[in-house]
């Protein structure tokens, strides 16, 4: 832990370009190998060693954990097309 008492919010967070890169490529990699995307990997990859690896605290560490297990679920790319090409949910 950096500074107790600390929140997430009030560092600068640390990010670089190459991390979303890494993860882009990291995502295409699991997508192309499996038949269904798998998401607890994912989530795992994204939340402990992709992002997770910049956070020093563990509570921000379980925040960010939370916030993948609600948004990378299945209900992400669930959108059924229409003849338009328009996405809907």
């Given at each position: 832990m950096l500074f107790p008492g600390y929140v997430m919010s009030d560092l600068k967070p640390i990010f670089h370009p190459g991390d979303l890169t890494i993860s882009v490529s990291v995502l295409y990699n699991y997508l192309e190998a499996n038949s269904k995307v798998?998401?607890?990997d994912l989530r795992?990859?994204?939340g402990e060693i992709?992002?997770?690896g910049?956070?020093?605290d563990d509570w921000d560490?379980?925040?960010?954990?939370s916030y993948l297990e609600e948004l990378m679920q299945p209900d992400l790319v669930s959108y059924v097309f229409?003849?338009?090409c328009?996405?809907?949910f």
């Amino acid at each position: 832990m950096l500074f107790p008492g600390y929140v997430m919010s009030d560092l600068k967070p640390i990010f670089h370009p190459g991390d979303l890169t890494i993860s882009v490529s990291v995502l295409y990699n699991y997508l192309e190998a499996n038949s269904k995307v798998p998401w607890e990997d994912l989530r795992y990859l994204f939340g402990e060693i992709m992002y997770g690896g910049h956070i020093t605290d563990d509570w921000d560490r379980r925040l960010c954990i939370s916030y993948l297990e609600e948004l990378m679920q299945p209900d992400l790319v669930s959108y059924v097309f229409d003849e338009n090409c328009v996405g809907t949910f």
